[in-house]
C-alpha cells in the first residue's frame, strides 16, 4: 500500500526514504532548524523530531515555518513520547507522527490471571476511543500516523499476556491496525525497534505476516533502536536493516 506523508510516498513500489533523528533540544529552534537542514543536505528525504510535551509539540510549527522559508519541503515527523495528547496537537503541525501503542495502556497493571477476556476488550475499547481523536486529526490535516512498537515499553496488558517478546510487540502493533482499519484510516507506517537486532527482524517478520493474513499491507519503517555510536552502530543498524530489506521487506 501507498502512503502520503507530505510531498512524498513510501510503499507500493515507491523508492525506499531514508530518514534520521534530530538529537537537538527541540525547543532551540535555531539549533534544530539547522541539524534538519544538514540531514536534507546529506540526504534525509524526512527528519524525525523528538516531541515528548505540549511546549515541544507547539514549537514543531516554528521549526517547519523557517525551514520553509529556507527552501527545505521535506516532510517532518513528531517522535511523540509518554502523553498520547501531544500527538494531537503535533498532528496539526507536521506531516507525520510517531505514537506508541505502549503509552496508550489504560488501568493499573494486572497479574497476567487477571486479565480476563471481559478486561482485554474493556482496554481495547479505551485505547480505540482515545485513538479516534488521534484519527480524525490525522485525517483532517492528511498527517501521517506510525505506529511505532519499542521492545522495552511494551503495554501492562500485552507483558502479561505475551510477555517482553516479538510476539507481544507484533500483537501490539496488530491491534492498533485493526482499530484504524476499523476506523478507515489507512494512511498507516508501522515500525518494530528494538536494540537487539534478532528481535527486531523476528519482530517484524511476524508482524508483516500478520498484515498478510488479515489482509493488510501498510508500509514498514525500519531500525534498530539505540544501536549505538560509530562503527557499532553502523554495524548492527546494517545487519538489522539490510537483512529484512534483502528480504523485500521496509
Known sequence: MKVRIGNVHIGGGSSILIQSMTNTPTLDTGKTVEQCIRLFD???????????????????????????????????????????????????????????????????????????DEICREELENIRKNLRSLLTICREHGTALRIGVNHGSLSARIMALYGDTPEGMAESAMEFIRICRTENFHNLVVSMKASNVRIMVYATRLVVQKMKTEGSAYPVHLGVTEAGEGEDGRIRSAAGIGTLLAEGIG
Open 42 to 116: 546529506a540526504g534525509a528525504g524526512m527528519v524525525r523530531i523528538t516531541t515528548r510535551n505540549r511546549e515541544e509539540a507547539e514549537n514543531l510549527a516554528n521549526i517547519r515555518h523557517i525551514l520553509r522559508e529556507r527552501g527545505y519541503h521535506q516532510p517532518l515527523c513528531a517522535d511523540v513520547h509518554f502523553n498520547p495528547a501531544v500527538a494531537e496537537i503535533a498532528a496539526r503541525l507536521v506531516e507525520k507522527v510517531r505514537i506508541n501503542p505502549g503509552n496508550y495502556g489504560t488501568g493499573r497493571p494486572l497479574s497476567p490471571e487477571a486479565y480476563t
